[in-house]
């Protein structure tokens, strides 16, 4: 309840930090332009949202994580794919935020630019391995690569 409180008051505080401004400013009533208003308040709407919207997603994978995670018995095996399945959602996280979302806002991200997302979060990804993820990877599936890429795709497709 805090928290929707807290997102509330910024959504008011942004608006009027938009809106009074123009109002006041505004020499002619009749030529107000409302659709750069609106525009800004949309933006303002959207700037405040997304983190939200971030952290939901993020949640709900971490979520679907922990239930796969339920199913594997060996404590060094479970806590291997753990770190590996973070060190995915972390990786597909950081590229959103730096990567996709600047493209998206300036109608540039196509099929070239997904493909060098997905490397991006493969490079993340591998660095971010500790060794007892790879050997857990290794010994479950036989390949890190394979499983890496499976992960990305997953982890994108739950994230939009």
């Known amino acids: 309840m805090k928290k929707r409180m ?11 930090m938009i809106a009074v401004p123009a109002l006041a400013t505004e020499a002619q009533p009749a ?15 959207l700037a405040a949202v997304l983190p939200i919207l971030a952290k ?12 796969t995670l339920a199913g594997i018995s060996n ?14 959602y972390t990786a597909v996280t950081v590229v959103n935020q730096t990567y996709v979302d600047a493209l998206k806002d300036k109608n540039l ?11 991006q979060a493969m490079d993340i990804a591998k660095e971010l ?6 050997d857990a990877l290794n010994d479950l599936y036989g390949q890190v690569d394979g499983w890496l890429g ?8 739950e994230a939009k």
Request: charged letters at 15%; proline letters at 0%; hydrophobic letters at 60%.
């Open 150 to 157: 499976n992960q990305i795709e997953a982890a994108v497709n």
């Open 56 to 67: 939901a997603g993020y949640d709900f994978i971490k979520a679907k994580a922990a239930a």
């Open 129 to 134: 391995l500790t060794q007892a993820a790879k």
């Open 31 to 45: 030529a107000f332009d409302w659709a750069g208003l609106l525009s800004s308040i949309l933006y303002a709407m």
């Open 6 to 16: 807290i997102a509330l008051v910024s959504l008011v505080m942004m608006f009027l």
């Open 75 to 88: 404590e060094a095996i479970r806590q291997g794919i753990s770190d590996a399945m973070d060190a995915v």
């Open 109 to 119: 991200f196509d099929e070239s630019a997904q493909k060098a997302a997905f490397n």
